[in-house]
């Protein structure tokens, strides 16, 4: 088990990365959705809009899982935080959807009245979490402990992702 503490989780919270958040559906299925984040150094936080579903998912069942990874064939690496989560609204989600916002958007975007007014209106809550659970993996360290090296030492093995 890891730690929020740990050298790759923080390269990874505090990074801008796209995470993947899981909360469960009504009727027992998973809604995995692709997101912005923010930690602040105990919680995260993911901007979304009150009517969405993970929002909606969560009013009535607070479990959430968040997944980032480095989306990098030679340096894969990630970690999967698993947590409760609440609903933050007024100026408390204002506040944090502008850290957010922040993270992901230049200030030019955030200055135009096309997109830094749309995103603050359309996110219009804030999903807090607060992780119970931290799993790491690093493909560099399993490529040195039981490939000796082969990925690392053999560019064209790894295959590119698609953009």
């Known amino acids: 088990m890891a730690s929020l503490a740990d050298a790759l989780a923080q390269q990874l919270l505090t990074g801008r990365h796209i995470a993947s958040l899981a909360t469960a559906n009504p009727d027992g299925s998973l809604h ?11 919680h995260l936080f993911v901007a979304t809009a009150s ?3 993970k929002a909606r998912n969560l009013q009535s069942n607070p479990k959430v ?5 480095s989306r990098d064939p030679a340096a894969s690496c990630g970690i999967t935080i698993a947590g409760t989560a609440q609903i933050l609204a007024g100026d408390a989600s204002r506040q944090k959807n502008a850290e957010i916002h922040g993270r992901y958007l230049s200030k030019a975007a955030l200055a135009d009245a096309r997109v830094g007014p749309v995103f603050a209106a359309w996110d ?20 040195r ?15 590119t992702l698609e953009r």
Do not use: C, H, K
């Open 32 to 42: 995995m959705v692709a997101v912005w984040f923010w930690f602040d150094g105990t």
């Open 51 to 53: 009517g969405s579903r």
């Open 65 to 69: 899982s968040l997944m980032i990874d």
């Open 124 to 143: 219009d809550v804030t999903i807090q979490i607060t992780p119970t659970s931290v799993i790491a993996w690093d493909m560099r360290v399993a490529d």
């Open 145 to 159: 402990q039981f490939f000796g090296g082969a990925l690392e030492s053999n560019p064209g093995y790894l295959l």
